[in-house]
């Protein structure tokens, strides 16, 4: 789901158990300096649409908008300002994304495991975080890995190489391609399994019980996965317990304007309540890319609702039941976000 004339999907896959601790909350291991961050905010939303759950089962992670007429911007994906000189450098190198606390200085989100994935080749062997470790999450230009899609294309499954096809504007048919490449490349640097093998499932939808749900991997103990894109930007989150990321580029006032009243009341009245067009965006897209990751995350997508759980959008996000949410750093003219299931919490009433 983007905040844009479409909204993209949930993505997730499943995982073993492990030792439990608390992944969103400062620790040790997290202290600021962790690598580079990821982020982003809402671009250029039109109306809010209504639908039910994803729907695209067995797309792993949210696609990029579906063509339009030819010439017009599919989506807010693709649409809005890109990264500017200033702010965190995310494709700046980064440590070993399995080593939280190294890197260059910043200040992540705490318990995030962070790391800019740049023009060099995926590590050929990741480890997997499990329920209760922090989140690995890797931030990508589409521009840097560009070059090297034609060649990697083939490793894309036919549904994939169908959509690709489908873009009429180059910019988002790379920005597709790129985004699913990567996340088959690190799908195999975390699972064993050759980035052209990974398959993809669908799990069962939380509201109706269909085969709709969250796009999950086959592969026995893969991670828990969500895509994100958004004009230059890829983020891709993989946890232990089912996990939502988003990315976006900074709205309008006049998108976050219009938007707002569709949010949470308590959402609502914070957006309002900022005078500055500037902050008042920001804060718009820091609660609507919590919003967006918490829906991919539980696989309900819109029809979860924009209005029934509360995100936030100040400074410190809420908390809804049975998740945990993080912002992430992001380069200016993005936020970013993720959205973490804890194990221990029981699940949201009515799900």
Known sequence: MTVGRRFVRPSAGHRRRRTREDPLTPHPASAPGSGPAAGSAATGPGPVGTGHGPTAPDDPGPAAPDPGPAGATPGAADAGPGPTATGPDPTAPGPDPTTPGSGPAGAPAPGLVQRALGAAPVPAVLTSPGPGEAPHVWLLRVGDRAAGLPGALGMLDERERGRYEKFRLDKHRTAYGVAH???????????????????????????????????????????????????????????????????????????????????????????????????????????????????????????????????????????????????????????????????????????
């Open 181 to 351: 490449v990567a996340l088959r490349e690190l799908l195999a640097a975390y699972t064993g399994v050759p980035a052209a093998e990974q398959r993809f499932v669908s799990q069962t939808c939380p509201t109706c019980g269909g085969p709709h749900g969250r796009p999950a991997v086959a592969t026995e103990d893969a991670p828990h996965f969500s895509l994100s894109h958004s004009g230059e930007l890829v983020l891709i989150a993989f946890a232990g317990t089912p996990v939502g990321a988003d990315v976006e580029e900074l709205p309008t006032v006049r998108t976050a304007d219009e938007i707002a009243p569709r949010l949470h009341p308590r959402e609502r009245d914070e957006i309002v309540a900022v005078a500055d067009d500037d902050e008042r965006r920001t804060a718009f897209a820091r609660c609507w890319t919590r919003k967006e990751a918490y829906l991919k995350g539980t696989g309900e997508g819109l029809s979860g609702g924009l209005g029934r759980d509360y995100v936030g959008a100040a400074e410190i996000p809420g908390r809804p039941p049975g998740w945990r949410l993080a912002d992430t750093d992001a380069p200016a003219g993005y936020r970013a976000a993720i959205a973490l299931a804890d194990p221990d919490a029981p699940p949201p009433a009515g799900h």
